[in-house]
């Protein structure tokens, strides 16, 4: 009987071994707690400075949307303004009956051009000046100030695009940065890199990147595009100055 107690303690052990690296084996194998993949929990889950990155881009989201939809509307706005005055500035009506009928409310660019350009000439005649040395080049100086009020309206607010559509995937790639640092801070701590662990947080950094380029892209996209129509039209707005200018010139030329 002696000989068979050393025996039976050793399986005593062995069998106490084999139990507790069975608890450890099914411990290690549980399943991660369930993560929520949506936008919305995406956005609950990050961490509080991440959740700041990801507000500051859908508000800068929607206020490149706002100048997007305001600026087709100028834009669109200006043109049909523009082919209205031009359709009746050639249509070989008085220019003395053009600028009254638009001298209390000149509503649009081309017709700010003109009333300023006549209002010039009627204020050297109607003074009773005794030369007209200078008109011409006075005329030409209101108008170029009226066309540069003019652009500076149709581009306002597109640095806001340009600035959003440069620096928006950079603040996204600085929420995605912090994003994966508390990460690997969580994995660290709990000593687990099960995938399941970490591929939350990781989802979680690059939301804040993807939300960046959704913000950025239409930015870039329309800023392009509008600084393109304002740069056409302006030209168009100094192609009709050149142009009465010349006429009033041709007129000076008469009278003086």
Known sequence: MKKWIPTLATLLVLAASSAWAQADMG????????????????????????????????????????????????????????DRFEQVFWSGQSLEDLYRSLAGRPNQAMAAIFVAAMREWKRTYEGGAKSL?????????????????????????????????????????????????????????????NLAVVAPGIAEALFATAMGLIAAIPATIFYNKFVSQAGRQAQRLEGFADEFSAILSRQIDERG
């Open 133 to 193: 040395t200078g008109l011409n080049q006075r005329i030409e100086k209101v108008m170029d100030v009226t066309i540069a009020r003019e652009v500076e309206r149709l581009e306002n607010r597109l640095l806001v695009l340009a600035t959003v559509g440069s620096a928006g995937p950079f603040v996204g790639l600085f929420g995605t940065v912090w994003g994966i640092m508390t990460s690997f801070q969580a994995i660290a701590a709990s000593k687990n890199t």
């Open 27 to 82: 411990a290690t194998a549980l399943p991660a707690p369930s993560a929520n993949f949506s936008l919305i929990g995406l956005f609950l889950q990050a961490h509080f400075v991440v959740k700041l990155v990801m507000i500051g881009l859908v508000a800068s989201s929607v206020w490149v949307w706002a100048i997007i939809i305001d600026k087709t509307l100028l834009y669109s706005r200006t043109r049909e303004e523009m």
